[in-house]
């Protein structure tokens, strides 16, 4: 409760005006607290695809290409591969650059675990660049 002390009169009156000072600081500290909370909040995953819009990328001169047949065999190039030996398989024909891009093809009769299995063993043999290859969809009506 506020007392107004400049009245002309021997009597104190109460003034009913609120006082928005705590109010604004209160707003202020709110706004501090989102302001540090809204940048955590946000997911950041890396991801190394392109977007399905993009144009498309030029391949290199002789890719490697790693296909996953719908019986679940595997072939590196045109050569088959058993899983045992996808590892050196993929180091002849990398000539061991592990940082070399596999493109990894798969039928679409193979299931989603086996191309997962895959995945892990291409991390197991320490190629960490892989991409994906898919048909082109026109988007003609």
């Not at 180091?91 to 299995?117: C, N, W």
Request: negative net charge.
């Amino acid at each position: 409760m506020a007392v107004n002390l400049h009245q002309a009169g021997g009597e104190l009156a109460e003034v009913n005006d609120i006082n928005v000072t705590p109010f604004i600081d209160v707003i202020l500290v709110l706004l501090i607290i989102f302001m540090v909370a809204a940048p955590l909040a946000t997911v950041d995953v890396a991801v190394d695809l392109p977007a399905s819009n993009a144009t498309p990328q030029p391949r290199p001169d002789k890719p490697v290409f790693l296909t996953v047949k719908p019986d679940l065999s595997l072939s590196v190039g045109e050569e088959a591969v058993s899983r045992g030996a996808l590892a050196d398989a993929l180091d002849v024909a990398t000539h061991g650059q592990k940082d070399s891009r596999i493109f990894l093809r798969a039928d679409k009769a193979v299931p989603y675990g086996e191309v997962m299995q895959v995945m892990n063993g291409l991390r197991a043999a320490g190629y960490l660049k892989v991409a994906l290859v898919g048909l082109e969809q026109s988007t003609a009506p």
